[in-house]
């Protein structure tokens, strides 16, 4: 967990970048958050208008007392958003959420694997690596180039990029973990992105004996970990989960835990994928 925070801050808009085909690139200035901001953290955005539940969203860059914003316009609390005006103030709380953990040893190979908006948790992760003197490759999958997003930014850290994509507009032809299995195995590997990814990305590392953590997509309630509404089946004995006895009667075998405030981010050994 973060070291400080999570604050109640107001968060100004100071710069938005459109990135066709319907993805969008927002600056904020918010120092106390931006200040405290760790890897594959979020924060939770009450927008101006009508009444709807906080917007959560990770945290991509940072930079200074400002940080950003990736997303893609899907429903009405993201049209809204990407509809501010440069200077508005919307309220923030943040950073929410644990983050990565960088490995002991500094001479361990890390491997990022980030499935479309997936890359978002991979800035912040890529400077700790950077700045740690760790050794590095990113790889960044989508359906097709159109859809790639991430690359400008990922690339001041000068690690290895390997793009792919579905079609093979871009890169190499198939998924991220089609590449994965290519490459010699890393000593660590870091994921996020849609879940068959992130299953199948659990799997190569459990079978391989790497460890490996993903940052879980979900959709929030209230963000906070009050609604229980981003709960994902976990062993049991796992240090995120609920720790609930068994009652007699129950018959699963796995605990859960809460994305939003136990998570985002689970060890692929401790996380169990159902059919």
């Not at 930079?63 to 809204?80: C, H, Y």
């Not at 980030?114 to 700790?128: I, Q």
Request: net charge neutral.
């Amino acid at each position: 967990m973060s070291q400080s925070g999570p604050y109640l801050e107001p968060a100004t808009l100071v710069r938005r970048e459109f990135l066709p085909p319907g993805f969008w690139y927002l600056t904020l200035r918010a120092p106390q958050i931006a200040a405290a901001a760790k890897s594959a953290q979020f924060v939770a955005l009450d927008l101006p208008g009508t009444f709807m539940v906080r917007l959560p969203l990770g945290i991509y860059t940072v930079q200074d007392d400002t940080f950003s914003l990736l997303f893609q316009e899907w429903g009405e609390r993201t049209r809204r958003l990407a509809s501010l005006a440069e200077g508005t103030a919307v309220s923030c709380i943040g950073p929410l959420g644990n983050s990565f953990r960088l490995p002991e040893e500094r001479t361990t190979r890390a491997t990022l694997v980030a499935g479309g908006l997936g890359v978002a948790a991979m800035w912040l992760l890529a400077r700790e690596l950077h700045n740690a003197g760790m050794d590095a490759t990113i790889l960044l999958g989508a359906r097709s180039a159109n859809l790639l997003v991430g690359m400008r930014e990922l690339q001041i850290f000068g690690f290895p990029l390997d793009v792919c994509t579905d079609d093979g507009s871009s890169g190499f032809r198939g998924t991220v973990i089609q590449r994965l299995q290519a490459l010699a195995p890393p000593g660590v590997l870091y994921g996020c992105g849609p879940p068959g990814m992130l299953r199948a990305l659990c799997a190569y590392a459990n079978d391989h004996g790497i460890t490996c953590e993903v940052s879980l997509e979900e959709t929030f309630g209230c963000s906070l970990g009050t609604c229980w509404g981003c709960v994902v089946p976990v062993r049991r004995g796992c240090p995120q989960g609920t720790g609930y006895p068994r009652a007699e009667s129950e018959t699963r075998s796995f605990d859960v835990a809460r994305v939003c405030a136990d998570g985002t981010v689970f060890r692929a050994a401790d996380l169990v994928w159902q059919t």
